[in-house]
């Protein structure tokens, strides 16, 4: 089944400066890679997310680029700010009939004002 | 539109009591999941449904029972509850499989 790495577990970065989180997955059929944020004592949202067809998607500070060739994908975060701190999880799927999503372990993101 | 909800939110009990949460969703969506959530451990889904009267295993669903018997409404149940169990538990759906997942805001179980 698939399998999804995540690195760093932790990450400190100092305000203004970018933080990059990396996944790797194993089932090289997957298809859909969604990256989620969780506040402490918060549910999960969805930040962002890529298709396999796309090999990069910006939305403002934050964009995702994917390597199918390397099974990988990246979150990246600029100019970051302390509202940024918070556990990120990347998650990758594929498209069969019983379809789930797969959840990396988290990095814990601290922001130092 | 309430999105995703999760009742009770808190609850303690004892070993070997069983129980059910209940999780509700009013956005007409497919796929509806279940995770536990321990700390260092991420989000480990327990069982999911791909939509009414349906039903599949996760990566950790020993212990642990579901039903869907409407649409809107995915039901984990403990049948003995162990300390092992005392987790955060999320509940999620999703239109379809991949699609964004939204998440309600768990519900807190202590076992002693």
């Known amino acids: 089944g698939e399998n999804v790495e995540q690195h760093p577990s932790t990450l400190s970065v100092q305000e203004g400066d970018s933080a990059v989180i990396k996944c790797t997955y194993s089932d090289s059929a997957s298809n859909y890679f969604p990256w989620y944020k969780q506040e402490l004592g918060k549910r999960p949202q969805l930040i962002i997310d890529i298709r396999s067809n796309v090999g990069e998607k910006k939305d403002q500070r934050i964009a995702v680029t994917l390597n199918k060739t390397a099974k990988h994908f990246s979150l990246h975060i600029t100019e970051t700010q302390p509202e940024d701190s918070a556990v990120y999880f990347c998650?990758?799927?594929?498209?069969?009939?019983?379809?789930?999503?797969?959840f990396g372990p988290g990095t814990s993101l601290s922001v130092i004002p | 539109n309430a999105g995703v909800t999760q009742t009770p939110k808190f609850r303690v009990l004892k070993t070997g009591q069983s129980m059910t949460l209940l999780c509700a969703q009013d956005m007409n969506h497919e796929y509806m999941y279940w995770y536990r959530q321990d700390p260092g451990m991420g989000l480990r889904l327990i069982h999911y449904?791909?939509?009414?009267?349906?039903?599949a295993k996760g990566e950790v669903p020993d212990g642990y029972n579901v039903s869907r018997l409407k649409k809107q409404n995915f039901l984990l149940g403990l049948e003995s509850a162990a300390p092992s169990q005392t987790s955060v538990y999320f509940c999620a759906s999703s239109l379809q499989g991949n699609q964004p997942q939204h998440f309600g805001d768990g519900t807190r179980l202590s076992i002693l």
């Open positions: 998650a990758a799927s594929r498209r069969t009939s019983y379809d789930k999503v797969i």
């Open positions: 449904s791909v939509g009414e009267g349906t039903t």
